[in-house]
Structures are given as structure tokens and as C-alpha cells.
């Protein structure tokens, strides 16, 4: 396979997003835009990515660099068009004995495939091809002029004759070129055009007036939909999350209401997992073979073992750490926390900055109480021990293995492996004091509506 190096084009602001950061920053399925076309471009096998970004766009090279560490970055000062963006990468591909591709940076759904669609066309000899699509409405797309197999010219909206605006098949987001003819063409490229920039569609012409064979490849339109404003953000995460729903599916995940359910870009569910209605993933969550995530759950940053239940209603926060076959259930949330084998965390909990060994019981309403207002601090509770229910673990504080915790209890010191430990105030009952009580709050109330 022929080297590639990849110039992706994200020096636009996209106003139309009407947003304070830049429009391929914004997310899909908890990854910026950018990034799933800098993952894409990686995928399809490309040796050097370079991201073409623009004045003071920082935020934009951090978030690419957070999940691709090798791209490279060169920045646009002036906005004169995609050619003209293009250029600026000149170090990497002034030098490149295969392949260039240029690829516009707001298409999230982009895959590995749609660039080996244009690349199998260099592969077969041709010095240069497009990928297209054919979409139900092409008004505001570029248009690809062909004559069979061979790509004629692209001709943006604004500068079409109407016949040409009634051709179907698109530019889509791709330009791919033989390393010789990018360098050959790219700096020939003119600005006569309504826009007055440099289009780096126009290498299409130049490449055939210069004798270059010059082909096309169509891609799939869902995967080539850009992202323009809110509503095609919300469009493309719900195609997205459409994808990978049915990318689970046929691992062997069992999604009882699949359009209910929310997935990250990196989440790893293994198969056997069955996963109820209304259930959100955030970045960061792997689930192992057999666990059971129940309705209205919200997981992000965290693992869950081998045959877990989690939910419903339960929240995992980051760096939650759910064992094998143990339970975590309604209305219970767990932050920074190990939760052992078989441990029971069943309702009303709040477990965090924890390590709970295996086989514990958590009662009804038990916290750990892990900050003081300036630090969190860790809780530790041993193998078998028993926490009754409404009991606060004041952190730093150890409970040993096989240790009773009483009900109620506050507990502020270690308490020893098979101990019992009761920390709460001695009950007092006083007689007739309630009716007293209530009866004076009566008349409180009654006083009051009369005033």
C-alpha cells in the first residue's frame, strides 16, 4: 500500500453553529467532530495527519492532540479558501512518495472505507479521484461534471450554470491525489471565482487540463453528512448512535429498546451484556460478558465485571470500578470506587473514593463520607463486612473484614475484622412529649392563618 499522508481542513469557524468555540469541536457521541475525521484518516492508513487550523484555534489542536498525539499542525492565517489551507501543510507533502488526501474536518460520520473508495481509484492508475455521493437534495453542494469513469470538473453551487445545478452526484469530502500531482498542481490554483478564494475542488480542472486521469468514487450519503448547524449536529449523532446500536447488536449485545439507548464512540460492551431502556454511556466505559445494566442508568468512565447488575436508576462515575456478579442498584451512584466480587450496594448509596472488597453488604441509605471540604479521602471496607443501612463512613476510615456495622451508625474510627460497631446515640422515649409537641404547633399554624 502507497504511503498517505492526509490534510484535514478545520480552519473554519462555522457561524452557523452560532457558538463560542469552533464549530468541529462541538461532539458526537462524546468525541469533537475533528477527531472522528483525524480517527477516520488513521484508520484508513495514513502515515502523517496534518490539521489546518485557524487563528487562535488552541482549543481545536488540543482536543486532536488529547486523542491523536502524532498529527501535525500548521495554522491558516488568512482565510483564502480550502486550497489555499491545503498549501499549508507543504512540509508534509512537498517530500510524500505516495498519496495526498485532503478532507474536510466537520464530517463525524466519515469512515476508513470511504477513503479507500478514492484510494483503490489511485491504486488502478489514476492519478487523481473525488469522492462523491448522490443526495436526495443536492441544492448547496458542489457538483461533480463527469463523462463515464473519468471526473471532468467540480463545480461549487455558487458558480454553476443551471444545468449543471441539475447534475445529482455531489462532491462529498475527499480529494485524493498521487503525491506528484498534488505538488505539481496545488500552487496553481486561482482565485476567479464568486468567492475570490483558492478551491481546492479547481486541482480537479487543473489535473485535466494537464493530461492527469482524474476519477471518482460515491460513498454512502449518511456517511459523508457535514455538520453545518445544531440540527444536522443532532442529525449525525442520532445516525451515529443508529450505527453503533447495530454494531452492538451483531456483537451479541441485547438491547431491549435500542433507540433509547446512548453510546459513546469508545464504549466496549462485550457480548451477553444486556443492556435495558434508557440507558446513557459516557466516554470511557467497558462491560464485561453477562453483566445486566438496568433502565434510566447513567455510566461514564467506568467498568463493570463479568455478570454485574447495575440499576435501574444507578449512576457510575468516573473511575468506578464495578467486580464480577456484584450488584449495584437503584438510586446508588459510585465515584472513584472498587467495588469487589459479589458486593451488594443495593439501593438509596452513595459510595465514593472506596475500596470494598469482595462479597460486602451496603445497607439501604449507607454513604461514605469522603470530603471535607478541601480533600477527598479514602474508605476502606474488608472482605464479608456487613454496613447496616444509614450508616456514614467518615472518611479516611477501615472497616476489617467480616465486620458488623450496626444500622445507623457514624462511623469515625477503624473498626477491627469481626467486629461489631455501633456508633449511634442511645435512644430516650419521653412520655406524652409529642402530643405536647403537636399540639403546640397546632396552634402555632392556627395563630398564624387568623394574623
Request: with cysteine; proline share 3%; glycine share 10%.
Amino acid at each position: 500500500m502507497a504511503e498517505l499522508v492526509s490534510i484535514v481542513l478545520a480552519a473554519g469557524e462555522g457561524k452557523r453553529m452560532r457558538s463560542q468555540k469552533p464549530k468541529v469541536l462541538h461532539e458526537v457521541a462524546g468525541l469533537p467532530i475533528v477527531s472522528h475525521v483525524v480517527g477516520a484518516a488513521r484508520a484508513a492508513g495514513s502515515r502523517d495527519v496534518a490539521v489546518i487550523t485557524g487563528p487562535g484555534h488552541g482549543d481545536v489542536r488540543d482536543a486532536v492532540r488529547s486523542a491523536d498525539p502524532d498529527a501535525t499542525f500548521f495554522e491558516q492565517l488568512e482565510r483564502k479558501g480550502t486550497a489555499h489551507a491545503a498549501a499549508q501543510a507543504r512540509p508534509l507533502w512537498e517530500h510524500a512518495q505516495g498519496y495526498v488526501a485532503v478532507v474536510y474536518a466537520d464530517h463525524p460520520l466519515l469512515r476508513a472505507e470511504n477513503f479507500q473508495t478514492v484510494l483503490d481509484r489511485l491504486d488502478a492508475g489514476m492519478d487523481a479521484a473525488i469522492l462523491g455521493f448522490e443526495p436526495d437534495d443536492p441544492t448547496g453542494y458542489g457538483r461533480l461534471l463527469t463523462d463515464g469513469d473519468s471526473l471532468l470538473a467540480i463545480r461549487e453551487q455558487r458558480d454553476a450554470s443551471e444545468e449543471e445545478k441539475k447534475v445529482g452526484l455531489c462532491n462529498a469530502c475527499i480529494l485524493a491525489f498521487r503525491a506528484e500531482v498534488f505538488r505539481a498542481l496545488i500552487d496553481k490554483v486561482g482565485s476567479d471565482n464568486a468567492q475570490n478564494e483558492f478551491y481546492v475542488t479547481d486541482l480537479v480542472e487543473l489535473a485535466n487540463a494537464a493530461g492527469y486521469r482524474v476519477g471518482y468514487g460515491i460513498a454512502p450519503e449518511v456517511d459523508v453528512m457535514g455538520v453545518n448547524d445544531r440540527i444536522q449536529l443532532a442529525r449525525a449523532e442520532g445516525l451515529f448512535q443508529k450505527r453503533i446500536r447495530s454494531e452492538m447488536m451483531h456483537r451479541g449485545v441485547t438491547l431491549i429498546d435500542p433507540d433509547t439507548v446512548y453510546f459513546a464512540y469508545d464504549t466496549e460492551i462485550e457480548n451477553d451484556v444486556v443492556i435495558e431502556p434508557s440507558v446513557y454511556f459516557g466516554t470511557g466505559v467497558t462491560i464485561e460478558q453477562g453483566a445486566t445494566i438496568h433502565a434510566f442508568s447513567h455510566i461514564e468512565g467506568a467498568s463493570v465485571g463479568r455478570g454485574a447488575s447495575v440499576g435501574p436508576f444507578a449512576r457510575l462515575r468516573p473511575a468506578a470500578q464495578i467486580g464480577a456478579d456484584a450488584k449495584i442498584g437503584n438510586f446508588v451512584e459510585i465515584k472513584k470506587a472498587e467495588i469487589g466480587r459479589g458486593t451488594k450496594v443495593s439501593h438509596l448509596s452513595y459510595i465514593g473514593d472506596a475500596s470494598l472488597g469482595d462479597g460486602v453488604n451496603v445497607g439501604a441509605g449507607a454513604i461514605t463520607v469522603n470530603y471535607d471540604g478541601y480533600n477527598k479521602h479514602q474508605t476502606k471496607v474488608g472482605a464479608g463486612a456487613f454496613i447496616g443501612s444509614n450508616t456514614s463512613l467518615i472518611a479516611p476510615v477501615s472497616v476489617g473484614a467480616g465486620a458488623l456495622v450496626a444500622a445507623g451508625s457514624v462511623i469515625t474510627k477503624p473498626v477491627d475484622a469481626d467486629a461489631l460497631a455501633l456508633a449511634r446515640a442511645g435512644q430516650v422515649n419521653k412520655s406524652g412529649r409529642a402530643k405536647t409537641i403537636f399540639e403546640r404547633a397546632a396552634k402555632a399554624k392556627a395563630e398564624k392563618s387568623r394574623g
